[in-house]
């Protein structure tokens, strides 16, 4: 019954999606955010760090850029089928920030240095709902601090790089059955660690109508460690294992290609194609130090993809107007679905404009509203209750999101 009770507990670390196409974030700058994300072929502010580093060649002097995303998801399940019974992600708001800062040093180099949230977002659900042995309260957040140096070979060619530590705190909450007595037991994690990435990028300007661009960011494992806290009744507590716990797991490679086209001078459009390796993250191992305990669980993802659509109007000397469209693949099986965040196919439309206040400062801001195609689980191998797999049933999201930047330029 002690190594039972053992591993029912080590399931609640292993069932949680902590990385899902859910919980990257794409949005780090509203002028590429308004245009879908279609910016690798521009990157034509300080958010090239992020979007192609390469970039950075092409600005001028010496530019700050500070802004934020604000993110409202909702999402609904409707089961455990044949149940119909709807339960809703409690209301919450997300606002990683975006901090970038870039020199132009001279004709040949250009650097920067910014923050940005590439991995976050969470999930909150009724203590008491039909799910509450997967997940009721899931957040995590990182910090990309990145470093680049971008080098022009020539008006046409140019090439970037960054290196950047990141930093990751994870705290998750649910509730473990400890069947076969009449009782639950709460679950509270706690983890943080560190690692490091690194980004490189090509602008190539074949002609003053169409620029091509690429961007290569790198995977990174993260070795969480933490705590975790248990709350179960007194007579049972001793069964259960708590206290440090390791879990390593491993962020995707994203590789980008994208295209530009200036038919006139008011006109941009853009394209590009960005490829997940979510394939990296095919099990979840977690130890808990002090017992032992080792369980592995996979996960399987598939990689996936996104495709982008942008144009920005170059209305009059001081608005610019923007908008695109987007489509993001999920990497999860329907086997594996969890509503840690639950995770989709997914259209984005976006909207926004740019506004230069004085020569110096200008205002940036987007809109974006995704919606999430209706996925109905009817295979699941999920274990939702210790011992009766099969969490089926109908998910429904959607999610509005809000960036704004403000950039002053010292020439």
């Known amino acids: 019954m002690k190594k039972k009770l053992r591993l029912l507990i080590v399931s609640f670390v292993v069932s949680t999606q902590l990385f899902a196409s859910g919980f990257q974030i794409n949005e780090h700058g509203a002028r590429g955010m308004a245009m879908a994300g279609a910016y690798t072929a521009l990157a034509l502010d300080g958010s090239a760090l992020y979007f192609n580093p390469a970039g950075l060649s092409q600005l001028n002097g010496t530019q700050i850029m500070v802004g934020a995303t604000v993110i409202a998801p909702s999402s609904s399940f409707r089961g455990v089928s044949p149940a119909i019974d709807e339960s809703s992600m409690k209301?919450?708001?997300?606002?990683?920030?975006n901090i970038y800062l870039t020199h132009k040093l001279n004709e040949d180099w250009a650097f920067g240095f910014g923050v940005n949230n590439q991995y976050g977002l969470g999930s909150t659900w009724d203590e008491n709902w039909v799910g509450k042995y997967l997940a009721i309260d899931t957040e995590i957040q990182t910090f990309y601090f990145t470093g680049a140096a971008a080098y022009k070979f020539s008006d046409k060619l140019s090439l970037g790089v960054t290196a950047s530590y990141i930093?990751?705190?994870?705290?998750?909450?649910?509730?473990?059955?400890?069947?076969?007595?009449?009782?639950?037991?709460?679950?509270?994690?706690?983890?943080?660690?560190?690692?490091?990435?690194?980004?490189?990028?090509?602008?190539?300007?074949?002609?003053?109508?169409?620029?091509?661009?690429?961007?290569?960011?790198?995977?990174?494992?993260?070795?969480?460690?933490g705590t975790a806290d248990v709350t179960a009744p007194s007579a049972l507590i001793s069964l259960l294992p708590s206290g440090d716990v390791e879990a390593p797991l491993t962020t995707p490679y994203n590789a980008t290609v994208g295209l530009a086209l200036m038919p006139s001078k008011e006109l941009t459009v853009s394209a590009d194609f960005q490829y997940v390796g979510w394939s990296s993250y095919d099990?979840?191992?977690?130890?808990?130090?002090?017992?032992?305990?080792?369980?592995?669980?996979?996960?399987?993802?598939?990689?996936?993809?996104?495709?982008?659509?942008?144009?920005?109007?170059?209305?009059?000397?001081?608005?610019?107007?923007?908008?695109?469209?987007?489509?993001?693949?999920?990497?999860?099986?329907?086997?594996?679905?969890?509503?840690?965040?639950?995770?989709?196919?997914?259209?984005?439309?976006?909207?926004?404009?740019?506004?230069?206040?004085?020569?110096?400062?200008?205002?940036?801001?987007?809109?974006?509203?995704?919606?999430?195609?209706?996925?109905?689980?009817?295979?699941?191998?999920?274990?939702?209750?210790?011992?009766?797999?099969?969490?089926?049933?109908?998910?429904?999201?959607?999610?509005?999101?809000?960036?704004?930047?403000?950039?002053?330029?010292?020439?």
């Open 91 to 97: 209301s919450a708001i997300f606002n990683p920030i």
């Open 283 to 411: 099990k979840l191992e977690v130890t808990f130090v002090e017992s032992g305990v080792i369980s592995t669980s996979i996960r399987d993802y598939s990689d996936g993809w996104i495709a982008r659509l942008g144009a920005e109007y170059h209305m009059s000397d001081e608005f610019d107007l923007r908008g695109g469209l987007l489509y993001d693949s999920n990497p999860v099986k329907d086997e594996l679905v969890e509503p840690t965040l639950p995770d989709a196919d997914r259209i984005g439309l976006n909207i926004g404009f740019g506004y230069k206040i004085t020569p110096n400062l200008s205002i940036d801001l987007a809109y974006l509203f995704l919606r999430f195609a209706e996925r109905k689980i009817e295979n699941s191998e999920v274990d939702y209750t210790n011992g009766a797999a099969g969490f089926n049933g109908t998910y429904n999201s959607s999610a509005h999101l809000i960036g704004l930047n403000l950039s002053y330029y010292i020439n």
């Open 167 to 225: 930093y990751g705190n994870v705290a998750i909450n649910k509730k473990q059955s400890l069947a076969p007595f009449n009782a639950d037991a709460t679950i509270d994690l706690t983890g943080t660690a560190g690692s490091f990435g690194y980004s490189v990028g090509l602008l190539y300007k074949s002609t003053d109508m169409m620029n091509i661009g690429f961007n290569f960011r790198s995977g990174s494992k993260l070795e969480f460690s």
